[in-house]
Structure formats: structure tokens, C-alpha cells
């Protein structure tokens, strides 16, 4: 998608109106600190950008995937470290923090507040978009991921080695492993393997001291800078079946739904079925909304058909609804391409068609009555730029417990729910920004009666500035309490006496990092 003239005429008057309050000399301090820290065979300079290269804009919008970010941006990074080598980040890290930038951290840019890269203080992004390497070992079915790599990579390169191995991450196949395993990592996998840092076994970290637990669900930007992540590849038949099968609210999807809530997470752990319900305008009165559910079996179709049958008959699933095909292409069908699309698009790193969004999430551990339902489903016929995706939890989720990893949202959640209005172009800025805002935070208080409470239950990776936040520079405890507890539960002391070891000075920070415990 083209962003409008005027939106970069705007951005152009914040960055003119808002620079960054950093002084030349420690600029040029930190510079030549970051010549002095590197010693690696890739000189440390070609991987810099300053706002005097041709390319800084560039590059620093390139992997900025949610362009409201860009409205409320109050300045840019003084710098763009593009790591070349490890050294250059650890350069990074260390030259930031004697002259006094902070650093963010990106790897893929999907962040969904932006949090990689903006900030409201003179800062260093930390890019890590270059690492990428993807090295898989057949004989202990294992891989070592660098941060930079992107899921679809990473799906594409297992797929070159076998076609009886997969792994169980995010659906977006731009997504950076960086930050998309610390969060968690989920994806058509997850009810019978768990979460990609379920299936972590180790990692390379700057700044480490001790801290594999919390990296794992408590979310990297809090404790140091991951470089790479050794993973355990899962097995998985050769032929699974997908399948979408759609009904409108005119057509039973309100019954369907409230079946799915009962069933879905139940279901054997093989067969992953999300819920999606999207509005639908017909114009006039006749607006409604079509609810799709979009089902992953590993296994084949007869297998399939067999299971519905006894365990969601309602469905009314037919052999003319499943498609069989290898794990890989399925990793492609169910990022939502086409039937048929190469799995070639895996490699295509960066994310076409940017929009602007607010995302919101919620966990629920009841059924939504059928009124909810319809509660949900007039917000979404109100708001009509929205997406929704119900996914379920149960199987092998639940088998872990929730103290295992930072990541806590396990036993006793039937499914996750993401709330995500987004649109396309500004007309007229910031006014438009708002008010669609605005409408994602009504749906929110409208689904609040159904939803998990005390605290009301978030995903990190979902981030939501919402439930809670800091100042760019400070990280008041009280206030971390209250966004750790929906992100964390009962992890979030020990994520922060994990800090308190790991940096007691609280150098990695953002508007929802973990503090260290106080003394």
C-alpha cells in the first residue's frame, strides 16, 4: 500500500518540529564508541545510518508495520544500528548505555504499539533484521535461529530438509523470531505442540546472567538483546488437511458459534479449529456478519471427516471442503494466500499492504452466552474495519504448567480472542485515528462482562498501551504491576526479581518492560 503525501508531509512536520533533544558531541561520542567496541571482519560503520544517509527513511519505515505509530511518533532514532555480525549489536549495547540513548530493539517491526522502534527519547534501534541465518541439524532435530529471520523463512528452510518436520509458530509469515518467540509464539500447532518457546532448548543472548526462563513468554526487551534461539523441530505427517468452512449470521453462525466454544477446545489435539468473524455490508439494513471457521488436521481428510462427524456434526463439514497438502503449503493457506500460492512467498521478508490498527486481546474462560455473541457481533457490523480471531486453547496448552515459562495463559483459558480494527488511510489524520481507537475500546468494554478478570488477561505479543504503561524513560513499579499481572499473572514478580538480577539498573526498557523488584 502507497502511504498518502499528506500523511509523509505530516510526518516530516513532527520529526522538523520535534528533533531529538540529543547533543551533537555525545552523537559523535557514541559514534566513535561504536568504531572502538566492534571487532568483528564486518566493519561496525557500514551497518550504521544516521539521518544524513539516503536510506535512514527508508529503512527505518520499512519495518514499521503498523503506520498509526508514525501519527503519534514525536521524534526519530538518532541512529540505525543494522547489525551485521553479533559484535555490532553488542557495540550497541554497550555504547548506548555510556551515552545515555536508549536502545529498542527491532527484528521483524511487529510490534503492535511500535515499541521497536519509537520512542519519546533521544534513541539507538538496534536492527536486527540482517541475522537471519537458519542453521538446521537433521540428526538431533534441531535448529539454531538467528533474531532476524522471519517465520516463513524459518517454515521454508525446514521444509528444504524434510517434509515429516515442522514447527509450531505464529500464522504472519514476516513475523521476527526475535520478538515473536519471547512473547510466546502461537499458531495452528499450538493445541498440540504448545507455543514456539514451549519448544525452545536454548538461546544466544547479550547480557544473559541467568535469564533462559523469563526470555521465554516475559518478553526479550525487558533483559538484553537475543541473538539466536535453538529450537526443537516437532514431527508431522506428510499430507495434513485444511479447511473453511462459512456460515452468516442468517445461516445458524450464532448457534455455530456458541457449538464451536463448547467443542473446539476439546477437540483432539491434531485438529486446531480457529473461529474469524468478519462483518459483512450489504447496504442498508441488511448489514451482517459471516463467521468462518478455519480448521488445520494433521492428518488426512478421511481421518478428518471421521472426527467431525461424532465431535462437530453441526459444522456440516464435507470432503469438498478439505484440501490435503504437505505442512509447509499449509503454513501458506493459513496465512490466508490463495490455494495453489508458492511456498516461495515464504521468503518475502518484508510486509506488503501496512495499514493503520489498534489490536486488543482478551482470554476467556467461560462460554460467551449467545447474547455476548451478539454483542460482538453488532460491534463488528458498527465498526466494519475489523478483524477477529478466536483461537483455541486445551490439548497440549493445558498440559503445561503455567509456571514453567513466563508465559502463564495455560490451564483454565478456552480460548484467546484478538480484537483488531484497522484501516487503511489516514483521511484526516489524526482525528480518524482517534475515533477508530476509540471504537476498539468500546468493543473492549462491551466483551468485558464475558472476558477473564481480575486482572482481565492480555498477550503480550497482541501489545496493548491500553491495559496499562509507562513514560518512555521511567518504569514506576505500581504501574508495571498493573500491565505485568494481565500480561504475566502470578510470573510477574519473579520476571521482575529476575530483572533485578539480570539489570538492576533497568537499562532495557520501554513503555511496558518489567521493573526490577525493589529492594
Known amino acids: 500500500m502507497k502511504i498518502s503525501s499528506s500523511i509523509f508531509s505530516l510526518i516530516s512536520i513532527f520529526i522538523l518540529l520535534l528533533i531529538s533533544s540529543a547533543t551533537s558531541s555525545d552523537f559523535d561520542g557514541f559514534l566513535q564508541c561504536l568504531l572502538q567496541q566492534s571487532n568483528s571482519s564486518l566493519p561496525i560503520i557500514d551497518a550504521i545510518l544516521t539521518p544524513n544517509n539516503s536510506t535512514f527513511q527508508s529503512i527505518y519505515q520499512l519495518r514499521a508495520n503498523n503506520l498509526r505509530n508514525f501519527l503519534s511518533a514525536i521524534s526519530r532514532p538518532v541512529a540505525i544500528i543494522t547489525a551485521l555480525h553479533p559484535s555490532h549489536a553488542q557495540a550497541a549495547v554497550i555504547c548506548a548505555k555510556r551515552h545515555d540513548f536508549q536502545l529498542r530493539i527491532r527484528s521483524g517491526g511487529h510490534d503492535f504499539e511500535g515499541l521497536s522502534y519509537t520512542s519519546k527519547v533521544p534513541f539507538v534501534i538496534l536492527d536486527m533484521f540482517n541475522l537471519n541465518s537458519i542453521d538446521i541439524d537433521m540428526s538431533t532435530e534441531t535448529a539454531w535461529v538467528q533474531a532476524g529471520a522471519t517465520t516463513g523463512e524459518l517454515y521454508y528452510r525446514i521444509a528444504e530438509k524434510s517434509n515429516v518436520h515442522g514447527f509450531p509458530s505464529g500464522v504472519w509469515t514476516t513475523l521476527g523470531i526475535g520478538g515473536h518467540f519471547s512473547g510466546g509464539g502461537y499458531g495452528f500447532l499450538m493445541r498440540k505442540y504448545g507455543l514456539s518457546i514451549d519448544n525452545v532448548i536454548d538461546a544466544q543472548l547479550i547480557d544473559a546472567n541467568d535469564v533462559f526462563w523469563a526470555i521465554r513468554g516475559g518478553g526479550i526487551t525487558s533483559f538484553g538483546i ?5 529450537i526443537k523441530l516437532v514431527r508431522v505427517p506428510p499430507r495434513v488437511t485444511v479447511f473453511t468452512v462459512q456460515r452468516t449470521l442468517e445461516q445458524g453462525a450464532t448457534e455455530l ?25 450489504n447496504g442498508g439494513n441488511n448489514n451482517t456478519v459471516r463467521v468462518s471457521f478455519i480448521g488445520h488436521f494433521l492428518g488426512q481428510a478421511d481421518g478428518l471427516l471421521r472426527l467431525m462427524n461424532v465431535s462437530f456434526p453441526e459444522l456440516g463439514l464435507t470432503r469438498n471442503h478439505c484440501l490435503e497438502m504437505s505442512w509447509v503449503e499449509s503454513t501458506v493457506y493459513c ?3 490463495p490455494n495453489g500460492t508458492s511456498i516461495d512467498m515464504l521468503l518475502d521478508r518484508v510486509q ?12 476467556y474462560k467461560a462460554l460467551i452466552p449467545k447474547q455476548g455473541l451478539e454483542t460482538l457481533w453488532q460491534g463488528l457490523m458498527d465498526i466494519e474495519d475489523i478483524l477477529v480471531q478466536m483461537n483455541p486453547y486445551g490439548g497440549r496448552m493445558e498440559e503445561i504448567l503455567d509456571s514453567e515459562t513466563a508465559f502463564a495463559h495455560r490451564a483454565g483459558d478456552l480460548f484467546m480472542v484478538l480484537y483488531r480494527v484497522q484501516w487503511s488511510e489516514s483521511h484526516g489524520g489524526i482525528n480518524t485515528t482517534e475515533r477508530y481507537v476509540e471504537m476498539s475500546r468500546r468493543l473492549y468494554e462491551a466483551m468485558a462482562p464475558y472476558t477473564s478478570s481480575n486482572p482481565r488477561e492480555a498477550f503480550l505479543n497482541y501489545r496493548d498501551l491500553d491495559i496499562g504503561s509507562n513514560e518512555s524513560d521511567e518504569t514506576d513499579f505500581e504501574d508495571a504491576q498493573e500491565y505485568g499481572a494481565k500480561y504475566f499473572r502470578n510470573n510477574f514478580i519473579r520476571l521482575a526479581k529476575a530483572k533485578a538480577t539480570i539489570d538492576p539498573e533497568n537499562f532495557f526498557k520501554n513503555e511496558q518492560s518489567i521493573p526490577p523488584l525493589p529492594h
Open 352 to 363: 506488503e499492504n501496512k495499514v493503520f490498527s489498534k489490536s486488543k486481546s482478551d482470554y
Open 335 to 337: 496465512a490466508n494466500f
Open 257 to 281: 458459534a456458541y457449538r464451536w466454544q463448547q467443542v473446539a477446545p476439546k477437540l483432539p489435539k491434531d485438529l486446531f479449529i480457529r473461529l474469524q468473524p468478519v462483518p459483512i455490508n
Open 226 to 230: 537475543i541473538l539466536s534461539w535453538r
